[in-house]
Nanobody, 120 residues
Framework: QVQLVESGGGLVQAGGSLRLSCAAS????????MGWFRQAPGKEREFVGS????????DYADSVKGRFTISRDKAKNTVYLQMNGLKPEDTAVYYC?????????????RGQGTQVTVSS
């Protein structure tokens, strides 16, 4: 198994920035990709972005393109989500996930989540 622990959430004003971190432990050698999802109250979970662990290639939801950046530190088994230009609609619980296979859309493990609140 892979264990994931997120950190870095908090309260920020609109237009501000936050950086989330997600540290992986356990069978980290099995990681194929790591991703971020978010879920706002009363809404469905939404894909934010992901990074291929080996290649470093990234993918983003249209709603965050140009504002959010995902990066990884393979030595630390950590993935980051740099969020700039935050908007009130970015308010949600952000979850780190990991995939241990290349099957599209399949995520095997998830962290406990970290709250991000953007005030207007």
């Amino acid at each position: 198994q892979v264990q994931l622990v997120e950190s870095g959430g908090g309260l920020v004003q609109a237009g501000g920035s936050l950086r989330l971190s997600c540290a992986a432990s356990g069978r980290t050698y099995s990681i194929y990709a790591m991703g971020w999802f978010r879920q706002a109250p009363g809404k469905e979970r939404e894909f934010v972005g992901s990074v291929n662990w080996s290649a470093g290639s990234t993918d983003y939801a249209d709603s965050v393109k140009g504002r959010f950046t995902i990066s990884r530190d393979k030595a630390k088994n950590t993935v980051y989500l740099q969020m700039n230009g935050l908007k009130p609609e970015d308010t949600a619980v952000y979850y780190c996930t990991t995939a241990i296979s290349a099957q599209p859309g399949v995520w095997h493990y998830r962290g406990q989540g970290t709250q991000v609140t953007v005030s207007s």
